[in-house]
């Protein structure tokens, strides 16, 4: 019988195998697995996958993790003033008369994750929970600076096309919701239903990699309408995922931050909102929708890929413990 403790051990490969089938699965059955494109959907599944992360963070004890501004300056210098200017020198590499294409680039990386960033940081040793209770703030700040800098990159009447709706959606059922679930569950813990909790230590894992396999495998039919566009965007995007890391450890040091919370502000900088930014992209005038969209699934492709690899390297190289610093030194 399998344990958690060797279901957590082997995630990595067990993402991998996710990502593999979905992506032959959605290659050799394309009408099929387009039924999973499903919005709907894939927030439940996401929503799911937060309950089961949020029910192992002590809530109930959570005072300690509210008390470190030097966290949110430093995360808020790294997605709204770093992230922005690594996101324009990257996209001088791209056809700049081409506007769907910088439009989908924006949209996707200049928005932080406030959902599964909160599962990386924690399989990432980071602190998953200063990460989750930066959401509400991370949320409102980038419905505010996602239009301006979109404003100042392309102009005013691109900006207008972007609108909040979905934001608000996603934050409820991704966020919220099972947030309320979770503390209720802890609540219930308490009072001796100790069942509960140990059944959703369990969700985690099979539950990321069916939201892995759900999101490649319905989405990769729409990839080869686009092939020569996305041939593109992807080294744009694979840039971005190494540079972050770099530029984000020397913001971490600068604000002095402990290396649970240096990890979360580098999950944070290099892992970006494309499960809620892809309404927006559906919302656009028909002329656009379907290519921005294409960009930014494109953008979640190579995201997922590159946190299996954040995950390990992180913790290992990026901001090693003190103790593994010592003797790899």
Not at 53 to 82: D, H
Not at 109 to 133: Q, S
């Amino acid at each position: 019988m399998v344990s958690r403790e060797k279901l957590e051990h082997n995630q990595i490969w067990i993402y991998v195998v996710a990502l593999v089938i979905a992506a032959i699965a959605g290659l050799i059955m394309p009408e099929t697995m387009s039924l999973f494109d499903n919005h709907v959907l894939i927030s439940l599944i996401i929503a799911g996958l937060m309950f089961g992360m949020f029910t192992q963070i002590p809530f109930l004890s959570i005072k300690e993790s509210m008390g470190n501004p030097r966290f949110i300056y430093a995360l808020l210098v790294a997605n709204y003033i770093a992230v922005p200017l690594v996101v324009w020198l990257l996209s001088q590499f791209l056809p700049q008369e081409q506007s769907p294409i910088l439009l989908g680039v924006y949209l996707v990386l200049l928005t932080p994750c406030i959902d599964y960033v909160i599962v990386f940081t924690f399989l990432g040793k980071g602190n998953e929970r200063a990460m989750l209770l930066s959401t509400p703030i991370l949320f409102v700040t980038q419905m505010i600076f996602l239009p301006a800098y979109l404003w100042l990159f392309m102009g005013e009447q691109t900006a207008e096309l972007v609108k909040p709706g979905p934001f608000i959606e996603a934050f409820v059922i991704i966020i919220l919701l099972p947030l309320f679930l979770a503390i209720l569950t802890q609540i219930f813990t308490k009072k001796g239903f100790n069942s509960v909790l140990e059944a959703s230590a369990w969700l985690p894992v099979p539950l990321m990699a069916l939201t892995l396999f759900v999101i490649v495998a319905s989405q990769m039919s729409k990839l080869s309408s686009y092939a020569d566009t996305i041939v593109k965007v992807i080294p744009v995007y694979i840039a971005f995922m190494i540079i972050m890391p770099l530029i984000t450890r020397l913001i971490v040091k600068c604000f002095s931050l402990d290396i649970r919370s240096g990890r979360a502000v580098v999950f944070s900088a290099g892992t970006r909102n494309s499960l809620v930014v892809l309404p927006l992209a559906l919302s656009l005038p028909d002329q656009w929708s379907s290519l921005v969209a294409a960009i930014i699934v494109t953008q979640t492709i190579v995201e997922l890929i590159g946190e299996l690899i954040y995950i390990r390297l992180v913790p290992r190289f990026i901001l090693p413990d003190k103790s593994m610093e010592q003797n790899t030194g």
